[in-house]
């Protein structure tokens, strides 16, 4: 069994551009993944879904990832929370969480691991919650896996965190069924339940792309108080700029199933240093500016993930192309620090991309 | 005010006329409504309603964008149905050109078919994923039997050029293509028999943000080029205020607000357009912390049983007694710019002055 766990899905081709290699000291951070790797092979070959993925994230901040369909976030979540089945998926590199490898660990201790140190809210709460038994039944049941207590403990646990996410009369909606609640409030049950037992790290896919304006707002306070009161580390994917913006500390832009762009919040709106991000802050219209006549998207659509453009994986959709001597076509972009905290992967010299910046993007958001 | 229409029966008291614009009016939309029957017991009695919209009326004048939002349930996808007669509607009246088309039978509406089109939120489960790109776009001709000019090859090789796709893949399936190209295949299908008036309901909310963009400007440049008049029904505010010219907002089942794009955006008076409009993530950290922030509480009520009198009483800040005894009828508070609401914000004082005189007599 100990050989299939850590089944090594990285390719001859791709060991080369692999930065640092086999280093395994031990996390400076609370959680930390390195030169992250999902394959899934499939007939028509392998898809590549993360492709080399590195960042780091400590107790009390929020880390948010962005990125179209198919850029490879949500296989990220569900890699650090250990679900991907072994059987096709391959997984290599190295996931810490808390001091543990998630990669390398055994299923039984990711196991102990889910629900107690890390926890996840899903996109859909209505799918992701059992038809079948009343809300408070799930939250007992994710909270006694954990906890050696009684069923009379766990649901008074359960009513007290049904209460802390705002459900109003928890003690009766306890035994409320999902479909009787709305969706906001299914949602606020869910992150009960993710809380249930004091998780040190929530990952939150898309946790208000299924509600509505209103809703999302709650939802989005409500994640923000209970992180001051859990110092929990949250990982916040979402492809709404609006959502991370107003909650993240950290960015992470994907694209292609890899990290273009890293950078605080304040640097990746303020000072972005990758075209794509350009590309997605000029096509989405804002409420907080001038109504611009045109929105300036990106042309082209996302890549296949069996066929990732060889070199830089956005070249055949920036707009910037012909300025890089043609590396963009032949070589793939590291993600370089330039500035302390800001990272970013792309060929064209740094001094021209803050000028372009500065004078074709900025001016037109 | 401006009510020189006769009082539509059928429809609940309180709701003014919409003012006749300046420019001729394509679509009027006069009293709208939609109760859905709730069925009981062995004999599917009614016992109840679903009063998913409850008495809407706007005009949309030619070549201008309406653009429709509100909260899931508030009825604007129902209102776009029942525009398109899609749903016959339980009361009220659609004239599109003049001619009323609520109660038109089915063989009578065909040739206005033409006119009006619809392109739908989801273009995965909108396109038949038998059938290729060349007869998905060519149907309408046939089902309206119209002769093209050079064959209808010829003619969906046109469209599909013009919504920026290949001619060339006219032999190619829907699940070949991304999801902002076949959302370009229903546009195309959409404008093959070039209507006057197309309901969008949620034309991009489906597709990812740099594609979103795309397809913005394509329904915006074909506006241009073919003179189109559109209905947008987004729940994306941003979205909204990029294509609209003007905006209705509806909350359970009412328009709630309605004026020119601008004007609501920069001085929304209706207390639900000012939480809608405060709840939008903000992209730019930098305002996270000085903005002033408008937090509803609770959720939307059931459009089966809506509050009395204001339906935005249960979640208002500003509620006072009134608004639970007495409906806020939909008063022009300023040129071109409708709110229902009994304590109008950025409203000038004699407005809510004008709301009281339109409560006091609902049917002048």
């Not at chain 1, 879904?49 to 296989?75: N, Q, Y």
């Not at chain 1, 102990?112 to 899903?122: A, P, V, Y």
């Not at chain 2, 089902?143 to 599909?160: C, D, F, R």
Request: aromatic residues 4%; glycine residues 8%.
């Amino acid at each position: 069994m100990g050989d299939k766990r850590v089944a090594r899905g990285r390719r001859p081709e791709l060991v080369d551009d692999a930065p640092g290699g086999a280093a395994s000291a031990p996390p400076s951070s609370f959680v930390e993944v390195r030169d992250l790797r999902i394959h899934f092979p499939t007939d028509d070959g392998i898809v590549k879904s993360v492709d080399g993925l590195s960042f780091a994230l400590e107790r009390g901040r929020t880390l948010g990832i962005v990125g179209e369909s198919g850029s490879g976030k949500s296989v990220t979540s569900l890699g650090i929370l250990g679900l991907h089945n072994r059987r096709n998926a391959r997984v290599s590199g190295e996931i810490w969480v808390g001091g543990t490898d998630i990669v390398g660990a055994d299923p039984e201790t990711v196991r102990k691991l889910r629900g107690r140190t890390m926890s996840m809210i899903f996109q859909d709460p209505l799918s992701s919650m059992h038809p079948f038994y009343t809300v408070g039944k799930q939250i007992v049941e994710a909270y006694r896996v954990h906890n050696d207590v009684s069923k009379q403990v766990a649901r008074k646990h359960a009513i007290d965190m049904l209460g802390r996410v705002g459900i109003p009369n928890p003690a009766k909606r306890v035994d409320d069924y999902p479909h009787q609640f709305s969706g906001g409030m299914r949602q606020r049950a869910m992150i009960a339940m993710a809380l249930s037992c004091d998780p040190e790290l929530l990952i939150a896919d898309e946790p208000t792309t299924a509600l509505d304006v209103t809703v999302q707002a709650q939802i989005l306070d409500l994640l923000r108080d209970l992180q001051q009161e859990f110092n929990s580390a949250i990982i916040m994917i979402t492809h709404d700029l609006g959502v991370v913006a107003e909650l993240s500390d950290d960015i992470l832009v994907m694209y292609g199933g890899r990290a273009v762009e890293y950078a605080s919040v304040d640097d990746a709106f303020h000072r972005p240093l990758h075209p794509y991000t350009w590309g997605l802050l000029g096509s989405m219209p804002r409420l907080d500016r001038e109504r611009t006549a045109r929105l300036n998207p990106i042309k082209g659509s996302p890549p296949s993930l069996i066929n990732v453009p060889q070199g830089c994986a956005f070249n055949p959709r920036c707009a910037f192309r012909d300025l890089n001597d043609g590396r963009s076509e032949t070589e793939r972009p590291e993600l370089v620090e330039l500035e302390p905290g800001h990272q970013a992967a792309c060929h064209l010299p740094l001094d021209k991309r803050r000028e372009l910046w500065e004078s074709e993007i900025r001016p037109k958001l | 005010m401006n009510t020189s229409k006769t009082p539509e029966p059928a429809a609940p008291a309180g709701q003014n006329a919409a003012p006749r614009p300046a420019g001729e009016a394509l679509l009027e939309v006069d009293g709208l409504g939609k109760h859905f029957p709730v069925t009981a017991g062995l004999l599917r009695r009614q016992v109840a309603a679903v009063k998913a919209v409850d008495g809407v009326s706007f005009s949309v004048r030619k070549g201008e964008t309406l653009g429709l939002v509100g909260e899931s349930g508030c009825g604007k996808s129902t209102t776009g149905r029942m525009i398109m007669r899609l749903l016959d509607p339980s009361f009220g009246r659609v004239t599109f050109e003049g001619t009323d088309i609520t109660k038109l039978s089915q063989a009578k509406l065909r040739p206005h078919r033409r006119d009006l089109q619809m392109i739908f939120q989801d273009p995965y489960s909108s396109l038949n994923p038998r059938k290729t790109v060349g007869a998905l776009v060519g149907a309408p001709f046939k089902l309206q039997s119209i002769q093209t000019e050079h064959g209808v090859k010829k003619a969906v090789q046109e469209l599909l050029e013009l919504v920026g796709l290949n001619p060339e893949h006219y032999n190619r399936y829907p699940h070949e293509f991304s999801g902002g190209q076949r959302q370009r295949i229903g546009i195309a299908r959409t404008l093959a028999l070039r209507p006057k008036l197309i309901i969008a309901d949620e034309p991009v909310s489906a597709l990812d943000v740099s594609v979103q963009a795309q397809v913005v400007n394509l329904l915006e440049d074909l506006q241009d080029e073919l003179d189109l008049t559109y209905v947008v029904i987004a729940h994306d505010l941003s979205v909204v205020r990029h294509i609209s010219d003007r905006v209705a907002v509806m909350y359970l089942g009412k328009i709630v607000e309605i004026a020119d794009r601008n004007d609501l955006y920069e001085r929304p008076m209706h207390p639900y357009t000012n939480a809608l409009l405060s709840a939008v993530p903000i992209p730019d950290p930098a305002e996270r912390a000085g903005r002033e922030r408008i937090r509803l509480q609770g959720d939307v009520p059931s459009p089966m049983d809506p509050p009395p009198a204001c339906r935005f009483h249960t979640r208002c800040w500003k509620a006072q007694d009134i608004c639970k005894q007495v409906e806020p009828p939909l008063v022009e508070l300023s040129p071109g710019h409708q709110a229902a609401c009994h304590f109008p914000e950025n409203a000038a004082a004699p407005a809510t002055g004008l709301v009281a005189d339109a409560t006091a007599k609902p049917d002048d």
